[in-house]
């Protein structure tokens, strides 16, 4: 019955996204205020047939009512009750139904918090993301039901995965979900902008902080995919180059580019176009990366046995939403003025330059990611693209980004003398270069140019931001005054991104550092046998049999000595889960914030004997420690209060209902 | 022509050098990190570089993994079910390797058809099948039967 309940549901959601991307976008064109009011409406009935639809799924998994298929093939009656909600999204239908669900929440998050905006400009909005709305719904009725029944009804479900039994993977897809389905947001805008024929600052400060908060979303779910990973897989990696990483890294590099060029248009009324582009480009990136992940056209660690039918459909809504909004674009994009203008040395200048090395990252990470598809399809060969060749890219465009995120924030608007730039910029400079030779000289440590050069980059940032915060505060009384400061208009923009540059400079050492001077280990160790890792002493105790509540596993017992003083007892686990009969490593790690000492056990070999991998990760920690910083500066700079006072104050009276013409720009 | 469009101009030709430098090296690199896919029985026809980083897939065979003294150097033959070479691996070998599972090994091939692996993937779902596995076995089958069929038709 409850099945069924969620199956009408779904199916009056789509009703409900049908009259959401109708009516109100027709009564916005012909000037109809009852089908413009019907925008709001819409958008909540969608939400709450999409939210019933959830629960049910939600309680078919908490029921055990395995005459659900879906149920049946990733729930189990052994579950724990967490594993059973995270199971929902665990496996391809419930996962799009978190998307759509996930979508219809932000719909309505934009009906509720854009109040201030005019309603011909909110209609709009919601209405395209009604379209896409459509497009998902549709997809899971006609090729992806998670209520779909069978018979005969199974005693016991498959089971969940067990790589996904983790609380780390529990959340992830849910954070990359919200960042990928919150780029949905930031192109509803510029669509409803380009059809309106306004792109001007009003519609740059409006997306800017839905486009900031999904953009956080997308850094959190990264950071925990790689955090999981690095827990989970076994074999101590935290990144791989991997299609579907790939497709999740893809639009964050457009969303950080975004994000830059919306500060132009929103300051300067410059970068119009461009940042219309970039929004569309951005959601496509995301839908994109939807469809390598759901279509099983790449081979990756992500890939499961995959439907031909369902990877088509995305192909050709991609198709539709790409070409269409395209279009848009083509006919819109030429009636938009060009807007302020700026001198050669500006930080104007310095943001586009900031915007064209990540899109050309972007250009190259997609590359690299479809290579193998195109070579394929060409009947080139089977290739794959080398992780070295990610690595080797981002060595080069990564140094020549962090040089234009020092000068940014020190840069003035339209026009900077460049001598004056320098004089101040003179002592960090200094600072950095003095470091990063200490580091690269065989002084204190074991010497290495790639750290020498990370930690240059990493003090140059700080450096800079330092100067700018001493720019900014001289004229607020300085330290004393900062408390104030943080809560003025305009400063969360300032403080979040002073924390999110600096997490770069963190993320950056972390990643250098575990790269350069990373011991691994592969050993085989018998029981009280003793062996030694960049200083550290790991013994070997021996492995028991352990049982958990749906595993049984094999726990070793490592003792970690530094000095011969026992600083941790590690115990990596070889887990297999009764149900589906699949081996897992669960690693022993002991965390620091300056190195992890990562234990994995490979396999028994007789006598008590095991083969084992131990690593020395030095710094892996800032590399999510990076990325959380990352993320708070977002949050600081979404939850700048100009976005909520000003909006009001500035909507022009041409803005309102009924006189709603081609005026490209108020910008300048 | 103003100073300021020549300068607008110097900006842009400035700009278009350093991504077309950039491009360039990147594309060199892309060639140079290329790594191709081998079947087995393309590995056994010679078709495959010797001492190149490349990739090859197949099942692996029943009764062929071999463990050496160390514990921790395995041998193992795969198969497209045509053919079949021997790959030898040092470390820690996936969680879901097995016997009759369809696996990718990178690394590079030795004189005589020994192939020395970097890395073996096998992997998360144990239904799943390397797309790269499951053409090479289908196209061994192919082969297989037009084989056997104009084997056939000869006197």
Same mark, same amino acid.
């Given at each position: 019955m409850i099945p069924e309940l969620g199956q009408f549901a779904l199916i009056l959601a789509l009703v409900m996204a049908l009259v959401l991307s109708i009516f109100p976008m027709i009564g916005s064109l012909n000037n109809t205020p009852g089908w413009v009011a019907l925008a709001r409406p819409a958008a909540w009935g969608q939400f709450c047939f999409i939210a019933i639809a959830f629960g049910c799924l939600v309680s078919a998994f908490l029921t055990n009512d395995f005459s659900v298929l879906y149920v049946a093939q990733n729930g189990n009656t052994l579950l724990p009750d967490v594993y059973k909600v995270s199971a929902v999204w665990g496996a391809h239908e419930g996962s799009l139904l978190l998307w759509v669900f996930i979508l219809s929440g932000w719909t309505v998050a934009v009906s509720l918090l854009a109040r201030h905006l005019p309603a011909v400009v909110l209609a709009r909005v919601l209405s395209v993301m009604g379209l896409v709305c459509i497009g998902f719904l549709s997809f899971l009725l006609f090729t992806s039901n998670p209520f779909a029944r069978v018979f005969p009804v199974p005693l016991e479900g498959g089971d969940l995965n067990p790589l996904l039994q983790d609380p780390g993977l529990a959340i992830h897809p849910p954070m990359l979900y919200m960042g990928y389905v919150g780029m949905s947001v930031a192109f509803s805008f510029a669509i409803a902008a380009l059809i309106g024929g306004r792109l001007d600052a009003a519609w740059a400060r409006w997306s800017r902080p839905w486009t900031t908060v999904a953009w956080v979303f997308l850094t959190i779910g990264i950071t925990l995919g790689s955090w999981w990973a690095y827990n989970e897989l076994g074999w101590g990696g935290w990144w791989f180059w991997d299609p579907v990483e790939n497709a999740s890294f893809m639009p964050w590099l457009a969303a950080t580019a975004l994000i830059h060029s919306l500060a132009v248009t929103e300051k300067r009324g410059a970068f119009k176009r461009w940042t219309v582009l970039l929004a569309l480009l951005a959601f496509s990136l995301s839908l994109l990366g939807t469809f390598l992940v759901r279509s099983g056209v790449l081979t990756s660690v992500h890939s499961f046995a995959a439907d031909p039918a369902r990877g088509l459909f995305i192909l050709?809504?991609?198709?539709?939403?790409?070409?269409?909004?395209?279009? #848009?674009?083509?006919?819109?994009?030429?009636?938009?003025?060009?807007?302020?203008?700026? /001198?050669?040395?500006?930080?104007?200048?310095?943001?586009?330059?900031?915007?064209?090395?990540? !899109?050309?990252?972007?250009?190259?990470?997609?590359?690299?990611?479809?290579?193998?598809?195109?070579?394929?399809?060409?009947?080139?060969?089977?290739?794959?693209?080398?992780?070295?060749?990610?690595?080797?890219?981002?060595?080069?465009?990564?140094?020549?980004?962090?040089?234009?995120?020092?000068?940014?924030?020190?840069?003035?608007?339209?026009?900077?003398?460049? =001598?004056?730039?320098?004089?101040?910029?003179?002592?960090?400079?200094? !600072?950095?270069?003095?470091?990063?030779?200490?580091?690269?000289?065989?002084? #204190? &440590?074991?010497?290495?140019?790639? =750290?020498?050069?990370?930690?240059?980059?990493?003090?140059?940032?700080?450096? %800079?931001?330092?100067? %700018? #915060?001493?720019?900014?505060?001289?004229?607020?009384?300085?330290? *004393?005054?900062?408390?104030?400061?943080?809560? =003025?208009?305009?400063?969360? %923009?300032?403080?979040?991104?002073?924390?999110? &540059?600096?997490? +770069?400079?963190?993320?950056?050492?972390?990643?250098?550092? !575990?790269?350069?001077?990373?011991?691994?280990?592969?050993?085989?160790?018998?029981?009280?046998?003793?062996?030694?890792? *960049?200083?550290?002493?790991?013994?070997? /105790?021996?492995?028991?049999?352990?049982?958990?509540?749906?595993?049984?596993?094999?726990?070793?017992?490592? &003792?970690?000595?530094?000095?011969?003083?026992?600083?941790?007892?590690? &115990?990596?686990?070889?887990?297999?889960?009764?149900?589906?009969?699949?081996?897992?490593?669960?690693?022993?790690?002991? +965390?620091?914030?300056?190195? /992890?000492?990562?234990?994995?056990?490979?396999?028994?070999?007789?006598?008590?004997?095991?083969?084992?991998?131990?690593?020395?990760?030095?710094?892996?920690?800032?590399?999510?420690?990076?990325?959380?910083?990352?993320?708070?500066?977002?949050?600081?700079? *979404? %939850?700048?209060?100009?976005?909520?006072?000003? +909006?009001?104050?500035? +909507?022009? *009276?041409?803005?309102?209902?009924?006189? /709603?013409?081609?005026? =490209?720009?108020?910008?300048? | 022509m103003t100073p300021k469009r020549r300068k607008r101009i110097i900006l842009i030709v400035i700009m278009i050098a350093g991504v077309a430098i950039a491009a360039g090296f990147a594309l060199k690199a892309f060639n140079e990190n290329l790594m191709f896919f081998y079947t087995p029985s393309a590995v056994v026809a010679g078709e495959a570089p010797v001492g190149h980083s490349i990739r090859v897939g197949g099942l692996v065979t029943n009764g062929s993994v071999q463990r050496q003294e160390d514990g921790l150097t395995v041998t193992f033959d795969i198969t497209d079910n045509a053919d079949t070479i021997t790959v030898q691996y040092t470390g820690i070998l996936p969680d879901l390797f097995r016997e009759g599972q369809g696996i990718v090994a990178r690394g590079r091939l030795q004189d005589g058809n020994l192939f020395i692996a970097d890395e073996v993937l096998a992997k998360h779902d144990e239904n799943y099948m390397p797309p790269e596995v499951a053409d090479a076995l289908k196209s061994a089958h192919k082969n297989g039967v037009e084989g056997a069929a104009t084997g056939a038709t000869k006197p």
């Open positions: 050709i809504f991609l198709c539709l939403v790409i070409g269409g909004s395209l279009s #848009l674009y083509a006919v819109r994009a030429p009636s938009v003025s060009s807007g302020g203008r700026f /001198d050669m040395f500006s930080r104007e200048t310095l943001l586009l330059g900031n915007n064209m090395l990540l !899109v050309i990252i972007t250009a190259f990470v997609l590359l690299g990611t479809l290579a193998p598809l195109i070579y394929d399809a060409l009947g080139w060969g089977k290739i794959s693209v080398g992780f070295p060749w990610f690595n080797r890219m981002f060595v080069i465009f990564t140094p020549l980004l962090v040089v234009l995120m020092g000068l940014g924030p020190l840069t003035r608007w339209k026009h900077q003398d460049p =001598a004056d730039l320098a004089r101040q910029l003179r002592v960090a400079l200094l !600072v950095s270069l003095g470091g990063g030779i200490l580091t690269a000289l065989p002084l #204190l &440590h074991e010497g290495s140019i790639w =750290a020498g050069l990370a930690v240059m980059l990493s003090l140059w940032i700080v450096g %800079s931001l330092l100067l %700018s #915060l001493r720019q900014r505060l001289r004229y607020r009384k300085g330290l *004393a005054g900062l408390w104030q400061d943080l809560g =003025a208009k305009g400063s969360g %923009s300032y403080y979040g991104m002073v924390v999110a &540059h600096f997490g +770069v400079a963190v993320f950056i050492i972390g990643v250098t550092f !575990v790269m350069q001077y990373e011991v691994e280990k592969d050993i085989r160790l018998s029981p009280g046998e003793s062996t030694e890792l *960049a200083g550290y002493t790991l013994r070997f /105790d021996g492995v028991q049999a352990h049982q958990g509540p749906n595993y049984r596993a094999d726990r070793g017992t490592v &003792h970690l000595l530094k000095n011969d003083r026992e600083i941790a007892l590690l &115990h990596p686990e070889k887990r297999i889960y009764t149900v589906q009969t699949k081996p897992m490593t669960e690693s022993g790690i002991d +965390v620091g914030f300056t190195r /992890d000492i990562y234990v994995s056990l490979g396999e028994g070999l007789g006598n008590g004997d095991w083969s084992m991998r131990l690593y020395y990760k030095p710094f892996i920690r800032w590399i999510w420690l990076g990325g959380l910083l990352i993320a708070i500066g977002g949050l600081l700079a *979404a %939850s700048d209060r100009r976005y909520r006072i000003a +909006v009001r104050d500035r +909507v022009p *009276a041409s803005a309102v209902l009924g006189n /709603d013409g081609l005026i =490209a720009n108020r910008g300048s | -």
